[in-house]
């Protein structure tokens, strides 16, 4: 009898946090991403990076993030983006390398993005494995931000994520240079 109330009891339990579990991500979920957007978009990144194909041995470059529009163009906010996700490999224990190179990649004819010939140049006396690429365009309210993880030995796109940022006064000032 005490078996059968113990499990009627955890039961209820189990029953009870199925009732109150909305699906909705908490608040503390929503600030820790709205606070710490480059440590999610690290985090989604680096998931795909699993041995033997890819180790913590391998060199990531992390170039600035350019303007879509314009890739040859950026702002306090690409360097600054650039910065962080540098500091948040690094932190994971990835060897990065950095580049304030802004002509990375361009467009090709067919609209497929290339990496560009100085880039790759200077990639190759850096001894990158991988490249980590990043775009931003601004809408009225937010900034659309696009990453890339690219094994640059093949060109293939590792893990790829895209989010937005809401437009702070701080933002705005960080895009405005």
């Known amino acids: 009898m005490i078996l059968f109330l113990a499990g009627v009891g955890i039961m209820l339990g189990c ?10 991500p908490s608040y503390a979920d929503y600030l820790y991403e709205r606070t710490y957007k480059t440590g999610v978009i690290a985090e989604h990144l ?11 041995d391998d060199v990531i470059v992390v170039t600035s ?46 609209g497929e993005y290339a990496l560009t010939r100085e880039f790759t140049r200077m990639a190759h006396e850096m001894d990158a494995d991988l ?20 094994d640059f030995r093949n060109n293939e796109i590792i893990s790829s994520y895209d989010c937005q940022i809401p ?10 240079r």
């Not at 680096?46 to 913590?56: A, M, N």
């Not at 540098?86 to 990835?94: K, Q, V």
């Not at 437009?167 to 405005?176: C, Q, V």
């Open 15 to 24: 029953l009870y946090g199925c009732s109150t579990y909305t699906g909705e």
């Open 46 to 56: 680096v998931r795909p990076l699993i041995p033997p194909r890819y180790s913590r």
């Open 65 to 110: 993030y350019v303007k879509l529009a314009n890739f040859s163009e950026t702002s306090n906010f690409g360097l600054v983006m650039g910065e962080q996700m540098l500091s948040r490999l690094a932190s994971y224990g990835f060897k990065v390398r950095e580049t304030r190179i802004k002509d990375v990649f361009y467009q090709g004819k067919n």
């Open 131 to 150: 490249v980590l690429v990043g775009t931003y365009m601004e809408t009225r309210q937010h900034v659309l931000l696009n990453t890339r993880l690219v």
């Open 167 to 176: 437009k702070t006064e701080d933002i705005l000032d960080l895009l405005s």
